[in-house]
Nanobody, 119 residues
C-alpha cells in the first residue's frame, strides 16, 4: 500500500492550498481517510476525516476553513485549506484506516507534505 501526498508549499495568511493524497495497492473506496498534521514540538493532531460514505469531521481549529473530499475513481483524497493561518504551519500526513466493520484492522500513512503559512 502506498499513499502519495502532494500539494504542500508556502502560502500567505488568508490564502489557500489544496493537498492531495493518492492511494494505491488497496481497495480505496471502503476505507476511512484522514488528514493529520504535526507542527514542530507538538503532537500529531487529527485535522479531518472522511468515511467511505462521505461523512466528514474536522478538528476544532480548522472547522469552517478546511474541507475534505474524496474521489474514489481516482483513489484520491483532498484537503482544501482556505483562510490559512500561520498556526496551520505543519507537516500534513494522509492516513488510510480500515472501516469500523472490518474484521481486519490496518492503518497506513503517507510520507507527509510541508505546509508553511507566512503572516
Amino acid at each position: 500500500v502506498q499513499l502519495q501526498a502532494s500539494g504542500g508549499g508556502l502560502a500567505q495568511a488568508g490564502g489557500s492550498l489544496r493537498l492531495s493524497c493518492a492511494a494505491s495497492g488497496i481497495s480505496f473506496s471502503i476505507n476511512v481517510m484522514n488528514w493529520y498534521r504535526q507542527a514542530p514540538g507538538k503532537q500529531r493532531e487529527l485535522v479531518a476525516t472522511i468515511t467511505s460514505g462521505g461523512s466528514t469531521q474536522f478538528g476544532d481549529s480548522v472547522k469552517g476553513r478546511f474541507t475534505i473530499s474524496r474521489d474514489n475513481a481516482k483513489s484520491t483524497v483532498y484537503l482544501q485549506m482556505n483562510n490559512l493561518k500561520p498556526e496551520d504551519t505543519a507537516v500534513y500526513y494522509c492516513n488510510l484506516k480500515s472501516p469500523p466493520y472490518s474484521v481486519s484492522n490496518y492503518d497506513f500513512w503517507g510520507q507527509g507534505t510541508q505546509v508553511t503559512v507566512s503572516s
